[in-house]
């Protein structure tokens, strides 16, 4: 691992979805950060009170962007009930 990257939780879709809802029951605002080539700056490790790893392999960052998106949707219609999850 490189020492630019931060290690991160390897939340499942539940997980995910029970994380989502803790974040609405607490009214929390949510920011996701996608590190580029380089990581993320110290400052932006340091103020992170949590991380999320996607996977162990070294992926695109477009094509994180469309994982991180599908991730939320899935998680969120978990949370609703919709059938998309199913």
């Known amino acids: 691992m490189s020492p ?15 994380e ?3 974040w ?9 950060l996608i590190g580029g080539p380089e990581g993320l700056s110290p ?7 949590q991380s999320w790893s996607l996977s162990a392999l070294t ?3 477009p094509l994180v962007r469309v994982l991180v998106a599908e991730s939320l949707y899935r ?12």
């Open 43 to 49: 400052a932006c490790k340091a103020a992170a009170e």
């Open 20 to 22: 989502l809802e803790r």
């Open 75 to 86: 998680a969120w219609s978990i949370t609703t009930n919709h059938p998309y999850h199913r």
């Open 24 to 32: 609405k029951l607490d009214g929390r605002d949510v920011s996701l």
């Open 59 to 61: 992926l695109p960052h």
């Open 4 to 18: 630019s990257n931060i290690p991160g939780k390897p939340w499942d879709t539940p997980q995910l979805a029970a």
